[in-house]
């Protein structure tokens, strides 16, 4: 298997756990206040929105030449970091963590 693929198939696996995670924080909203159910729902939007641009950031990458690779990886590896830090603060919010015991990104 080459670098991209590897790569293509570690970030797949964290967008995909992502979109889990995100399914679950907006679970555990609906048992939150209204105030702090229109909060996390703000910053779940956000979230879904830095995914997009995470699989946009994916594709950019399958398709960078060797020239720009790095940069186009270290670009993505800082915004899973991003997503992995936004993630953790609605788990805090919510009182709860990862109930599956994996990291959410």
């Not at 967008?15 to 910053?43: P, V």
């Not at 940069?71 to 990862?98: H, N, P, Y």
Request: glycine share 10%.
């Amino acid at each position: 298997m080459d670098k991209k693929e590897e790569f293509r198939e570690k970030w797949q696996k964290q967008i995909d756990q992502l979109g889990s995670t995100i399914d679950e924080l907006k679970a555990k909203a609906m048992d939150a206040s209204a105030e702090a159910r229109d909060e996390i729902s703000e910053r779940l939007q956000g979230l879904e929105g830095q995914r997009e641009k995470a699989k946009v950031k994916m594709n950019e990458m399958l398709e960078a030449g060797e020239g720009v690779w790095d940069e186009v990886s270290d670009e993505a590896e800082e915004l899973f970091g991003k997503l992995k830090t936004g993630i953790e603060g609605l788990l805090s919010r919510l009182g709860g963590d990862d109930d599956n015991g994996e990291e959410a990104v």
